[in-house]
């Protein structure tokens, strides 16, 4: 089925490790992002890619960074894992950045940080 | 800064038993505002697009409507398959601002 897809869907770290989320879209979608869910804080953006070979921080960027390796895919890294990016992970592309659709988001990496 | 305010955080209904949730926004200019649902270990899926004030869009039992303020999603009647945490988010009209989201609004429906 087309869509986002995430992988891993559960991931586990210690302090201090590092790793990347994969995002993958297959709709031809120009713009990409990275939100992440915690229980009273709603969806946060971390980084968003209006279009190819362009990322942009959002509300809470530190600690990640993001590349947007070509239209499909766009990776979310951590460098050195804290207890406070526990939290569940969204990639969601659109048509465009400036256009007024929707988004549609991948079904998300748990990431539990130890 | 634009901002979306989501009330109640939790409602619970009895099947059959009509209601609406609130979303109350602060941006600069309205590019559009947006429902989404989300289903437990689920990412969000996509609902409405609501452009201007007056406008109302329906899906089933769902009915969202605009106004300069605020959003309403009338649910006629829900059935506990509705259960679901219900996302409001809005885009401003400068630049390639993305969508901003509120908290959502955890509805149960019991039968």
């Known amino acids: 089925n087309a869509g986002v897809t995430q992988t891993p869907k559960f991931q586990v770290l210690k302090t201090g490790q590092s790793m990347t989320l994969q995002c993958a879209q297959d709709m031809n979608h120009n713009s990409m992002y990275w939100y992440r869910q915690d229980p009273g804080m709603g969806l946060r953006l971390i980084y968003y890619?209006?279009?190819?070979?362009?990322?942009d921080k959002g509300e809470v960027p530190n600690g990640y960074n993001v590349s947007r390796l070509n239209k499909r895919e766009f990776s979310l890294r951590l460098e050195s894992a804290a207890p406070s990016q526990t939290s569940v992970y969204f990639c969601a592309s659109s048509v465009a950045a400036i256009a007024n659709y929707g988004y549609t988001f991948g079904s998300g990496t748990r990431l539990t940080v130890v | 800064e634009d901002q979306v305010t989501q009330s109640p955080e939790a409602l619970r209904l009895q099947e059959g038993e009509s209601s609406s949730l609130n979303c109350s926004y602060t941006v600069s200019g309205l590019r559009g505002l947006f429902w989404y649902r989300q289903d437990p270990g689920k990412g969000p899926e996509f609902l409405f697009t609501?452009?201007?004030a007056g406008e109302e869009k329906e899906k089933e039992r769902l009915k969202a409507t605009l106004t300069k303020k605020e959003s309403f999603l009338h649910i006629t009647a829900p059935k506990p398959e509705d259960s679901a945490t219900y996302l409001c988010a809005v885009r401003s009209n400068s630049g390639n601002t993305p969508l901003v989201f509120g908290k959502g609004t955890r509805l149960s429906v019991i039968a």
């Open positions: 609501l452009y201007s």
């Open positions: 890619s209006a279009s190819e070979g362009t990322t």
